[in-house]
């Protein structure tokens, strides 16, 4: 199948179409600058920026894949989690479009999206996969049988997400929004020197909080670390302490993903979501699977942050799967949990 799918959940405005298992094309307009100066999104300007961008964005896709909107044989959108007026303006476009063409629409959960985008660079997902989802709102791991539908959660952060730990920590360290990619750089010219704590990992936490993870403590502990440095008068050593902070967060994250793909025997690992673009997590979990015996996937950069072609990536599983189509009532659901893959389905199906 054909789709074109519509994300809009926080500030990009992405639509991508898919054929299959092949992407056509991925076009993408953002408003990162405009928030940049406030240090983080603002919803009403991320919603406006959207309504700008749609038609556009829509138009370049098309064309670029070199697709009708008649080729299309469906729709699918981001319908939660997300901020809720960016996510209605991408719902109420994609209800358009699918009302105005007469093709089936999808709702989909966004995290899904990040674990199903996969199938455009290694082909259809292993079934069951576990998925490690790492974004700017969620960490979780995530045993899936089958991505269309049944998405179990082992475990999720239990304060703030591996993204959002990222961007606080760039914040400390006087490095831009969103911090991610700037901690990303500046750690590959710095060295591992600082033992941060591993949140969740303690033999007692271990036992409660097997799949679960931590990131405020670390922030704190960093946060301490930086402040006590410009205390004593020294200049702080950014780079150093970028790599130490990353090494925490990518070693508690990928030693967890391994634990949940051993005991619960499944043999592919799939990490996805905005921090999957992080090179010492792409590095070390892939270091860790092999020693494992663990078949790793990870899409490229490109395809983890953000984007339409995600969206569109899950609307031909549910279409190749024969999922029944979401009627015209599906919500935009800003707290849409993992489990709910698929909104606006008829009553009587599962
Ligand atoms: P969610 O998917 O939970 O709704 P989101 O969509 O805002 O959240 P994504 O776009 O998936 O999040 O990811 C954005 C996050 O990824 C930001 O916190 C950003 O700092 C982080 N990120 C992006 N690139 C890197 C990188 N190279 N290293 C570490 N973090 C990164
Ligand atoms: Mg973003
Ligand atoms: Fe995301």
């Known amino acids: 199948p054909l789709v074109l799918g519509i994300e809009t959940s926080c500030d990009e405005t992405g639509v991508g179409i898919v054929h299959g298992t092949e992407l056509l094309f991925d076009a993408i307009a953002s408003s990162v600058d405009e928030h940049a100066r406030f240090g983080g999104v603002v919803p009403e300007v991320a919603s ?74 290694h082909g259809p997902l292993p079934e069951p996969t576990m998925a490690m989802l790492v974004s700017g709102g969620h960490s979780s791991l995530l045993l899936v049988p089958d991505v269309t539908h049944d998405i179990r959660s082992l475990g999720a952060t239990i304060d703030d997400a591996a993204g959002e730990a990222f961007d606080k920590v760039a914040r400390v360290l006087g490095l831009p929004f969103p911090g991610g990619p700037h901690i990303d750089r500046a750690a590959s010219d710095g060295q591992i020197t600082i033992d ?30 930086v402040q006590s440095e410009q205390a004593a008068g020294r200049d702080v050593p950014v780079a150093d302490v970028a790599a130490s902070f990353q090494e925490a967060v990518v070693d508690i994250l990928t030693r967890k993903a391994v634990l949940a793909c051993t005991e619960y025997d499944v043999a592919a ?55 029944p189509a979401s009627d015209l009532s599906l919500p935009a659901d800003s707290s849409l949990p993992v489990t709910d893959v698929q909104t606006g389905l008829p009553v009587h199906v599962d």
């Open 196 to 225: 941060f704590p591993r949140g969740l990992s303690s033999r007692k936490d271990m036992e409660r909080h097997r799949f679960d993870f931590s990131f405020s403590g670390l922030k704190t502990a960093v946060t301490r670390w």
């Open 269 to 323: 690992l799939q990490v996805g979501g905005g921090v999957a673009a992080n090179t010492r997590l792409r590095a070390m979990t892939q270091q860790r699977c092999d020693e494992a015996g663990i078949l790793l996937r990870i899409p490229r950069p490109g395809l983890c942050t953000d984007n339409g072609a995600m969206v569109a990536s899950l609307g031909v599983q549910m279409m190749l799967k024969g999922r």
């Open 48 to 121: 406006r920026a959207h309504l700008e961008a749609m038609v556009p964005t829509i138009e370049r896709a098309c064309r670029e894949a070199g697709v009708a909107l008649s080729d299309l044989d469906g729709i699918s959108v981001t319908s939660g989690p997300g901020l809720a007026g960016a996510l209605m303006v991408g719902v109420a476009s994609a209800k358009a479009l699918a009302v105005a063409l007469g093709k089936p629409l999808y709702g989909v959960n966004h995290l899904a999206s990040h674990v199903a985008v996969d199938i455009v660079e």
